[in-house]
Protein backbone atom coordinates (compact mmCIF):
# COMPACT_ATOMS: atom_id res chain seq x y z
CA UNK A 1 0.00 0.00 0.00
CA UNK A 2 1.36 3.33 -0.79
CA UNK A 3 1.72 6.47 1.89
CA UNK A 4 -1.27 8.29 2.27
CA UNK A 5 0.38 11.38 1.07
CA UNK A 6 1.56 9.19 -2.42
CA UNK A 7 -1.71 7.93 -2.74
CA UNK A 8 -3.56 10.81 -4.91
CA UNK A 9 -2.93 13.69 -6.65
CA UNK A 10 -4.73 16.30 -4.38
CA UNK A 11 -5.95 19.19 -5.48
CA UNK A 12 -3.76 21.99 -3.87
CA UNK A 13 -1.31 20.30 -6.09
CA UNK A 14 -3.12 20.76 -8.88
CA UNK A 15 -4.31 23.99 -8.66
CA UNK A 16 -0.92 24.92 -7.30
CA UNK A 17 1.00 23.57 -10.53
CA UNK A 18 -1.48 25.23 -12.32
CA UNK A 19 -0.82 28.98 -11.00
CA UNK A 20 2.80 28.42 -11.53
CA UNK A 21 2.33 28.38 -15.43
CA UNK A 22 2.77 31.13 -16.94
CA UNK A 23 0.93 30.43 -19.75
CA UNK A 24 -2.29 28.96 -17.93
CA UNK A 25 -2.49 32.45 -16.08
CA UNK A 26 -2.62 34.42 -19.39
CA UNK A 27 -5.35 31.99 -20.42
CA UNK A 28 -7.43 31.91 -16.95
CA UNK A 29 -7.24 36.63 -18.05
CA UNK A 30 -8.91 35.62 -21.44
CA UNK A 31 -11.38 33.53 -19.69
CA UNK A 32 -12.27 35.55 -17.40
CA UNK A 33 -13.14 38.36 -19.83
CA UNK A 34 -15.00 35.90 -22.33
CA UNK A 35 -16.99 34.38 -19.41
CA UNK A 36 -16.90 36.75 -17.11
CA UNK A 37 -17.37 34.28 -13.89
CA UNK A 38 -15.43 31.51 -11.81
CA UNK A 39 -15.67 28.15 -11.96
CA UNK A 40 -15.46 25.82 -9.18
CA UNK A 41 -14.02 22.02 -8.79
CA UNK A 42 -16.24 19.55 -8.70
CA UNK A 43 -15.98 19.76 -4.86
CA UNK A 44 -17.19 23.30 -5.01
CA UNK A 45 -13.96 24.84 -4.49
CA UNK A 46 -12.63 27.93 -6.50
CA UNK A 47 -10.39 26.75 -9.72
CA UNK A 48 -9.91 29.90 -11.28
CA UNK A 49 -11.76 31.27 -14.36
CA UNK A 50 -12.73 28.68 -17.54
CA UNK A 51 -14.89 28.60 -20.15
CA UNK A 52 -18.79 28.02 -19.49
CA UNK A 53 -19.74 24.71 -19.58
CA UNK A 54 -21.62 25.31 -22.95
CA UNK A 55 -18.40 26.11 -24.52
CA UNK A 56 -16.80 22.60 -23.51
CA UNK A 57 -15.56 20.77 -26.78
CA UNK A 58 -14.39 17.59 -27.76
CA UNK A 59 -10.07 17.65 -27.47
CA UNK A 60 -8.17 17.70 -30.70
CA UNK A 61 -4.78 17.26 -31.53
CA UNK A 62 -4.59 17.42 -35.34
CA UNK A 63 -4.65 14.13 -37.55
CA UNK A 64 -2.55 11.55 -35.59
CA UNK A 65 -2.50 8.26 -37.29
CA UNK A 66 -4.29 6.74 -33.98
CA UNK A 67 -6.78 8.37 -31.62
CA UNK A 68 -4.40 8.42 -27.78
CA UNK A 69 -5.90 7.04 -24.86
CA UNK A 70 -4.86 7.69 -21.20
CA UNK A 71 -4.99 5.19 -19.11
CA UNK A 72 -5.60 5.78 -15.33
CA UNK A 73 -5.48 2.59 -13.49
CA UNK A 74 -5.17 1.28 -9.76
CA UNK A 75 -2.67 -1.71 -10.43
CA UNK A 76 -1.12 -3.19 -13.85
CA UNK A 77 0.09 -6.10 -13.20
CA UNK A 78 -0.87 -9.75 -14.67
CA UNK A 79 -4.95 -10.56 -14.88
CA UNK A 80 -5.57 -6.99 -13.27
CA UNK A 81 -8.69 -5.06 -15.34
CA UNK A 82 -6.01 -3.24 -16.94
CA UNK A 83 -3.69 -5.88 -17.68
CA UNK A 84 -6.59 -6.81 -19.79
CA UNK A 85 -8.25 -3.76 -20.87
CA UNK A 86 -5.10 -1.06 -21.41
CA UNK A 87 -3.31 -4.89 -23.65
CA UNK A 88 -6.36 -5.46 -26.13
CA UNK A 89 -5.64 -1.46 -27.20
CA UNK A 90 -2.01 -2.84 -27.24
CA UNK A 91 -2.35 -6.05 -28.97
CA UNK A 92 -5.43 -6.38 -30.33
CA UNK A 93 -7.87 -9.49 -29.91
CA UNK A 94 -9.94 -11.65 -31.78
CA UNK A 95 -13.52 -10.91 -33.28
CA UNK A 96 -15.57 -13.18 -35.94
CA UNK A 97 -12.46 -15.36 -36.07
CA UNK A 98 -10.14 -12.93 -36.73
CA UNK A 99 -7.24 -10.33 -35.19
CA UNK A 100 -8.89 -7.03 -34.56
CA UNK A 101 -6.78 -3.67 -33.87
CA UNK A 102 -8.45 -1.53 -32.20
CA UNK A 103 -7.86 1.96 -34.25
CA UNK A 104 -6.75 3.81 -30.70
CA UNK A 105 -3.48 3.88 -28.86
CA UNK A 106 -2.87 3.88 -25.12
CA UNK A 107 -0.71 6.91 -24.84
CA UNK A 108 0.14 7.18 -21.21
CA UNK A 109 -0.39 5.29 -18.09
CA UNK A 110 -0.41 5.94 -14.03
CA UNK A 111 -0.89 3.05 -12.10
CA UNK A 112 -1.79 4.18 -8.53
CA UNK A 113 -0.22 1.45 -6.90
CA UNK A 114 3.37 -0.09 -8.08
CA UNK A 115 3.77 -4.06 -6.08
CA UNK A 116 6.96 -6.24 -6.71
CA UNK A 117 4.82 -8.01 -9.57
CA UNK A 118 3.79 -4.81 -11.63
CA UNK A 119 4.18 -4.47 -15.38
CA UNK A 120 3.74 -0.90 -16.22
CA UNK A 121 7.60 -0.04 -16.49
CA UNK A 122 8.55 -3.22 -19.18
CA UNK A 123 5.26 -3.07 -20.66
CA UNK A 124 5.64 0.86 -20.97
CA UNK A 125 9.39 0.93 -22.04
CA UNK A 126 8.59 -1.88 -24.70
CA UNK A 127 5.47 -0.30 -26.25
CA UNK A 128 6.44 3.14 -26.22
CA UNK A 129 3.66 4.05 -23.60
CA UNK A 130 4.75 6.96 -21.26
CA UNK A 131 4.51 5.91 -17.73
CA UNK A 132 3.31 9.15 -15.57
CA UNK A 133 3.81 9.97 -12.15
CA UNK A 134 -0.04 11.55 -12.06
CA UNK A 135 -3.54 11.12 -12.74
CA UNK A 136 -3.32 14.54 -14.32
CA UNK A 137 -0.21 13.96 -15.88
CA UNK A 138 -1.64 11.47 -18.05
CA UNK A 139 -4.38 13.77 -19.45
CA UNK A 140 -1.25 16.04 -20.37
CA UNK A 141 -0.84 17.93 -17.50
CA UNK A 142 -2.72 20.21 -14.61
CA UNK A 143 -3.92 22.61 -17.50
CA UNK A 144 -3.98 20.73 -20.82
CA UNK A 145 -5.12 18.21 -22.62
CA UNK A 146 -3.77 16.04 -25.17
CA UNK A 147 -5.92 12.95 -25.22
CA UNK A 148 -8.62 11.22 -27.11
CA UNK A 149 -10.37 9.68 -24.53
CA UNK A 150 -9.41 8.38 -21.18
CA UNK A 151 -10.03 4.68 -19.35
CA UNK A 152 -10.51 4.72 -15.69
CA UNK A 153 -9.56 0.81 -14.30
CA UNK A 154 -9.95 1.06 -10.65
CA UNK A 155 -10.40 -2.44 -9.69
CA UNK A 156 -8.24 -5.12 -7.56
CA UNK A 157 -5.12 -3.73 -5.55
CA UNK A 158 -4.86 -3.52 -1.81
CA UNK A 159 -7.77 -1.20 -0.24
CA UNK A 160 -9.52 -1.36 2.44
CA UNK A 161 -13.44 -2.88 2.97
CA UNK A 162 -15.87 -0.77 4.85
CA UNK A 163 -18.38 -2.03 7.18
CA UNK A 164 -21.31 -3.09 4.15
CA UNK A 165 -18.59 -4.95 2.98
CA UNK A 166 -17.31 -2.40 0.00
CA UNK A 167 -14.58 -2.25 -1.72
CA UNK A 168 -13.39 1.50 -1.05
CA UNK A 169 -12.18 1.54 -4.79
CA UNK A 170 -11.16 5.16 -5.48
CA UNK A 171 -12.96 5.43 -8.66
CA UNK A 172 -15.07 8.73 -8.04
CA UNK A 173 -11.69 10.67 -6.25
CA UNK A 174 -9.76 9.89 -9.94
CA UNK A 175 -12.67 11.12 -11.75
CA UNK A 176 -12.50 13.84 -9.70
CA UNK A 177 -9.50 14.88 -11.11
CA UNK A 178 -10.22 14.14 -14.88
CA UNK A 179 -13.27 16.60 -14.29
CA UNK A 180 -11.09 19.45 -12.81
CA UNK A 181 -8.43 18.92 -15.66
CA UNK A 182 -11.05 19.31 -18.06
CA UNK A 183 -12.62 22.37 -16.31
CA UNK A 184 -9.08 24.19 -16.51
CA UNK A 185 -8.30 23.08 -20.17
CA UNK A 186 -12.17 24.01 -21.61
CA UNK A 187 -12.59 21.05 -23.00
CA UNK A 188 -13.57 17.30 -22.46
CA UNK A 189 -13.04 14.51 -24.29
CA UNK A 190 -14.98 10.57 -23.98
CA UNK A 191 -14.67 8.39 -20.37
CA UNK A 192 -15.19 4.80 -19.63
CA UNK A 193 -15.43 3.48 -15.96
CA UNK A 194 -14.80 0.05 -15.68
CA UNK A 195 -17.47 -1.60 -13.36
CA UNK A 196 -19.47 0.43 -11.26
CA UNK A 197 -19.37 4.41 -11.23
CA UNK A 198 -18.77 4.23 -7.43
CA UNK A 199 -18.88 1.89 -3.91
CA UNK A 200 -21.09 5.30 -2.90
CA UNK A 201 -24.24 6.03 -4.76
CA UNK A 202 -24.20 9.76 -4.12
CA UNK A 203 -20.69 9.78 -5.27
CA UNK A 204 -21.98 7.85 -8.21
CA UNK A 205 -24.73 10.37 -9.22
CA UNK A 206 -22.16 13.59 -8.85
CA UNK A 207 -19.83 11.27 -11.85
CA UNK A 208 -22.94 11.39 -14.01
CA UNK A 209 -24.05 15.21 -13.39
CA UNK A 210 -20.42 16.05 -13.84
CA UNK A 211 -20.78 14.33 -17.23
CA UNK A 212 -23.53 16.01 -18.01
CA UNK A 213 -22.47 19.10 -16.93
CA UNK A 214 -19.41 19.39 -19.04
CA UNK A 215 -21.08 17.21 -21.98
CA UNK A 216 -18.49 14.31 -22.48
CA UNK A 217 -19.91 11.12 -23.09
CA UNK A 218 -19.76 8.75 -20.02
CA UNK A 219 -19.67 4.84 -20.57
CA UNK A 220 -19.48 2.50 -17.71
CA UNK A 221 -19.72 -0.70 -16.41
CA UNK A 222 -19.66 -4.79 -16.19
CA UNK A 223 -18.49 -7.28 -19.62
CA UNK A 224 -20.67 -9.16 -19.13
CA UNK A 225 -24.17 -7.25 -20.78
CA UNK A 226 -21.95 -7.90 -24.39
CA UNK A 227 -20.18 -11.16 -23.53
CA UNK A 228 -21.55 -13.99 -25.79
CA UNK A 229 -25.10 -15.43 -24.34
CA UNK A 230 -25.96 -19.06 -25.15
CA UNK A 231 -28.58 -19.40 -26.52
CA UNK A 232 -27.80 -15.82 -28.49
CA UNK A 233 -31.02 -14.18 -26.39
CA UNK A 234 -32.30 -10.53 -26.86
CA UNK A 235 -35.64 -9.97 -25.90
CA UNK A 236 -36.83 -7.25 -28.05
CA UNK A 237 -37.68 -4.04 -26.84
CA UNK A 238 -41.85 -3.93 -24.84
CA UNK A 239 -41.05 -7.17 -23.88
CA UNK A 240 -43.76 -7.24 -21.45
CA UNK A 241 -41.35 -9.18 -18.52
CA UNK A 242 -43.15 -9.96 -14.95
CA UNK A 243 -39.77 -11.14 -13.34
CA UNK A 244 -36.06 -11.92 -13.83
CA UNK A 245 -33.80 -13.66 -12.05
CA UNK A 246 -30.20 -14.24 -12.19
CA UNK A 247 -27.99 -16.65 -10.58
CA UNK A 248 -24.12 -16.78 -9.93
CA UNK A 249 -21.43 -18.21 -8.00
CA UNK A 250 -18.56 -16.95 -6.94
CA UNK A 251 -16.54 -16.24 -3.30
CA UNK A 252 -13.15 -15.10 -4.38
CA UNK A 253 -13.27 -11.23 -2.36
CA UNK A 254 -16.10 -9.76 -1.00
CA UNK A 255 -19.59 -10.26 -2.40
CA UNK A 256 -20.37 -6.50 -4.10
CA UNK A 257 -17.81 -7.78 -6.42
CA UNK A 258 -19.96 -10.33 -7.98
CA UNK A 259 -23.04 -9.40 -7.38
CA UNK A 260 -22.45 -5.65 -9.09
CA UNK A 261 -21.88 -8.17 -12.59
CA UNK A 262 -25.25 -10.06 -11.26
CA UNK A 263 -26.58 -6.71 -11.18
CA UNK A 264 -25.39 -5.45 -14.80
CA UNK A 265 -26.92 -9.17 -15.87
CA UNK A 266 -30.77 -8.53 -14.70
CA UNK A 267 -30.79 -4.63 -15.75
CA UNK A 268 -29.58 -5.35 -18.94
CA UNK A 269 -32.52 -7.99 -19.53
CA UNK A 270 -35.11 -6.27 -17.33
CA UNK A 271 -34.72 -2.57 -18.62
CA UNK A 272 -36.06 -4.15 -22.34
CA UNK A 273 -39.57 -4.67 -20.55
CA UNK A 274 -42.06 -2.59 -21.70
CA UNK A 275 -42.12 1.62 -21.59
CA UNK A 276 -38.48 0.91 -20.78
CA UNK A 277 -36.71 1.57 -17.33
CA UNK A 278 -38.76 3.29 -14.80
CA UNK A 279 -37.21 3.32 -11.20
CA UNK A 280 -36.67 0.88 -8.82
CA UNK A 281 -39.03 1.19 -5.58
CA UNK A 282 -37.15 -0.83 -2.50
CA UNK A 283 -34.04 -3.08 -2.49
CA UNK A 284 -33.63 -5.93 0.13
CA UNK A 285 -30.31 -8.17 0.90
CA UNK A 286 -30.78 -11.27 2.68
CA UNK A 287 -28.05 -14.31 3.07
CA UNK A 288 -28.36 -17.88 4.87
CA UNK A 289 -31.66 -19.28 5.85
CA UNK A 290 -33.54 -15.73 5.33
CA UNK A 291 -32.92 -16.79 1.46
CA UNK A 292 -34.49 -19.97 1.52
CA UNK A 293 -37.76 -18.44 3.56
CA UNK A 294 -37.59 -15.81 1.10
CA UNK A 295 -38.14 -18.66 -1.34
CA UNK A 296 -40.52 -19.97 0.50
CA UNK A 297 -42.99 -16.90 0.86
CA UNK A 298 -42.80 -16.57 -2.68
CA UNK A 299 -40.32 -13.57 -3.04
CA UNK A 300 -38.64 -15.15 -6.18
CA UNK A 301 -39.67 -18.01 -8.31
CA UNK A 302 -37.73 -21.13 -7.53
CA UNK A 303 -38.83 -22.42 -10.77
CA UNK A 304 -36.94 -19.17 -12.74
CA UNK A 305 -33.69 -20.01 -10.54
CA UNK A 306 -33.52 -23.85 -11.71
CA UNK A 307 -33.94 -22.88 -15.20
CA UNK A 308 -31.33 -20.53 -14.99
CA UNK A 309 -29.38 -23.11 -12.94
CA UNK A 310 -29.88 -25.77 -15.57
CA UNK A 311 -27.83 -23.63 -18.48
CA UNK A 312 -24.90 -23.71 -16.25
CA UNK A 313 -22.35 -25.61 -17.33
CA UNK A 314 -20.38 -26.01 -14.19
CA UNK A 315 -23.72 -26.53 -12.25
CA UNK A 316 -23.28 -28.91 -9.43
CA UNK A 317 -25.19 -32.37 -8.92
CA UNK A 318 -27.92 -32.68 -5.96
CA UNK A 319 -30.48 -30.03 -4.80
CA UNK A 320 -29.27 -26.41 -4.52
CA UNK A 321 -30.63 -26.56 -0.54
CA UNK A 322 -28.35 -29.33 0.08
CA UNK A 323 -25.23 -27.87 -1.64
CA UNK A 324 -25.31 -24.06 -0.74
CA UNK A 325 -24.33 -23.43 2.98
CA UNK A 326 -24.55 -19.71 2.47
CA UNK A 327 -26.73 -18.00 -0.60
CA UNK A 328 -27.07 -14.42 -0.76
CA UNK A 329 -29.73 -12.70 -2.27
CA UNK A 330 -30.49 -9.33 -3.59
CA UNK A 331 -34.35 -8.26 -4.61
CA UNK A 332 -35.36 -5.64 -6.87
CA UNK A 333 -38.67 -4.84 -6.57
CA UNK A 334 -39.03 -2.36 -9.48
CA UNK A 335 -41.80 0.74 -9.67
CA UNK A 336 -43.86 -0.58 -12.26
CA UNK A 337 -44.34 -4.20 -10.31
CA UNK A 338 -41.40 -6.32 -11.93
CA UNK A 339 -39.73 -8.28 -9.44
CA UNK A 340 -36.02 -8.82 -10.09
CA UNK A 341 -33.78 -10.92 -8.24
CA UNK A 342 -29.56 -12.27 -8.16
CA UNK A 343 -28.62 -15.03 -6.33
CA UNK A 344 -25.30 -16.57 -5.43
CA UNK A 345 -24.90 -19.55 -5.33
CA UNK A 346 -21.20 -20.32 -4.23
CA UNK A 347 -21.24 -24.16 -4.05
CA UNK A 348 -24.13 -24.90 -6.93
CA UNK A 349 -22.68 -23.28 -10.34
CA UNK A 350 -19.68 -20.74 -11.20
CA UNK A 351 -21.05 -18.44 -13.55
CA UNK A 352 -23.95 -16.05 -14.41
CA UNK A 353 -27.14 -17.06 -16.07
CA UNK A 354 -30.18 -15.35 -16.51
CA UNK A 355 -34.27 -16.94 -16.62
CA UNK A 356 -37.29 -14.60 -17.05
CA UNK A 357 -40.86 -14.72 -17.46
CA UNK A 358 -42.93 -12.89 -19.82
CA UNK A 359 -46.42 -12.38 -19.60
CA UNK A 360 -48.53 -14.38 -21.76
CA UNK A 361 -46.06 -17.61 -22.03
CA UNK A 362 -46.17 -20.26 -20.47
CA UNK A 363 -42.29 -20.45 -20.90
CA UNK A 364 -39.65 -18.46 -19.39
CA UNK A 365 -36.92 -17.03 -21.29
CA UNK A 366 -33.06 -18.06 -20.65
CA UNK A 367 -29.80 -17.38 -21.04
CA UNK A 368 -26.26 -18.56 -20.00
CA UNK A 369 -23.47 -15.54 -20.22
CA UNK A 370 -20.41 -17.02 -21.06
CA UNK A 371 -17.12 -16.05 -19.75
CA UNK A 372 -14.23 -17.69 -21.21
CA UNK A 373 -11.71 -18.09 -18.03
CA UNK A 374 -8.25 -17.04 -17.60
CA UNK A 375 -5.40 -16.41 -18.60
CA UNK A 376 -6.88 -15.14 -21.70
CA UNK A 377 -10.96 -14.03 -19.76
CA UNK A 378 -11.77 -13.15 -23.49
CA UNK A 379 -15.16 -11.70 -22.17
CA UNK A 380 -13.06 -8.34 -22.42
CA UNK A 381 -12.99 -8.56 -26.17
CA UNK A 382 -16.52 -7.37 -26.53
CA UNK A 383 -16.32 -5.28 -24.31
CA UNK A 384 -13.12 -3.39 -25.29
CA UNK A 385 -14.99 -3.57 -28.48
CA UNK A 386 -17.72 -1.18 -27.81
CA UNK A 387 -15.52 0.59 -25.78
CA UNK A 388 -13.66 1.66 -29.20
CA UNK A 389 -16.61 2.37 -30.68
CA UNK A 390 -17.44 4.68 -27.62
CA UNK A 391 -14.08 6.43 -28.01
CA UNK A 392 -14.59 6.82 -31.77
CA UNK A 393 -18.03 8.24 -31.54
CA UNK A 394 -18.33 10.15 -28.11
CA UNK A 395 -21.51 8.13 -28.01
CA UNK A 396 -21.92 5.16 -25.17
CA UNK A 397 -23.58 1.93 -26.50
CA UNK A 398 -26.16 1.77 -23.45
CA UNK A 399 -27.17 4.70 -21.10
CA UNK A 400 -24.81 5.36 -18.22
CA UNK A 401 -27.76 5.38 -16.22
CA UNK A 402 -28.14 1.74 -16.26
CA UNK A 403 -24.71 1.34 -14.89
CA UNK A 404 -26.23 4.62 -12.39
CA UNK A 405 -28.98 2.04 -11.55
CA UNK A 406 -27.08 -0.94 -10.72
CA UNK A 407 -24.46 1.03 -8.31
CA UNK A 408 -27.00 2.41 -6.75
CA UNK A 409 -29.53 -0.73 -5.85
CA UNK A 410 -26.23 -2.62 -4.91
CA UNK A 411 -25.27 -0.21 -2.52
CA UNK A 412 -28.04 0.45 -0.46
CA UNK A 413 -29.08 -3.05 -0.63
CA UNK A 414 -25.60 -4.03 1.39
CA UNK A 415 -26.31 -0.45 3.46
CA UNK A 416 -29.51 -2.39 4.03
CA UNK A 417 -28.36 -5.39 5.21
CA UNK A 418 -25.82 -4.53 7.57
CA UNK A 419 -29.43 -3.18 9.63
CA UNK A 420 -31.46 -5.96 8.27
CA UNK A 421 -34.03 -4.05 6.67
CA UNK A 422 -35.51 -3.45 3.12
CA UNK A 423 -34.61 0.09 1.74
CA UNK A 424 -36.79 2.25 -0.03
CA UNK A 425 -34.98 5.59 -1.74
CA UNK A 426 -35.45 8.39 -4.09
CA UNK A 427 -32.03 8.13 -5.67
CA UNK A 428 -33.21 4.51 -6.99
CA UNK A 429 -35.86 5.92 -8.89
CA UNK A 430 -33.83 6.07 -12.09
CA UNK A 431 -35.44 6.18 -15.47
CA UNK A 432 -34.29 5.93 -18.60
CA UNK A 433 -34.42 4.67 -22.48
CA UNK A 434 -32.54 1.17 -23.15
CA UNK A 435 -30.44 0.61 -26.54
CA UNK A 436 -31.99 -0.53 -29.38
CA UNK A 437 -29.06 -3.33 -29.53
CA UNK A 438 -27.63 -4.79 -26.64
CA UNK A 439 -24.29 -5.29 -28.32
CA UNK A 440 -23.24 -8.67 -27.23
CA UNK A 441 -20.89 -10.74 -29.25
CA UNK A 442 -22.37 -13.50 -30.98
CA UNK A 443 -20.54 -16.52 -31.83
Not at 201 to 224: P, T
Not at 338 to 358: K, P
Not at 415 to 422: A, C, E, F, V, Y
Request: aromatic share 10%; glycine share 8%.
Amino acid sequence: MQREDDRIFSRRELLRSGVQAASAAAMATAFRSAAGATARTASGAAAGPVAPATKFEPASIGSPPLKRIAAINSIYRLRSHAYHICGRFIHGYERDGFHHQPSLRVARIYNHQSPKEDLAPRHCEKYGIELCPSAARTLGGPQSLDVDAVLLIIEHGDYPINDFGQVLYPRFEFFEQIVEVFRMAGRSVPVFVDKQLSYDYQKAARMVEWSRELGFGLMAGSSLPVTWREPALEPPLDTPFTEGLVVFGFDRGTSDIYFFHALEVLQCMLERRRGGETGVRRVECLSGDAVWAAADRGRFSWSLLERAVKLCPSRNIGPVRDNVRNPQLILVDYLDGTRGAAINLIEQVSEFAFAGTVQGSTEPIAAHFYLPPPPGARFFDPLCFQIEQFFQTGKPLYPVERTLLTSTVLDLALRGHTRGTPVEDPALQIRYAPPASSGFFRS
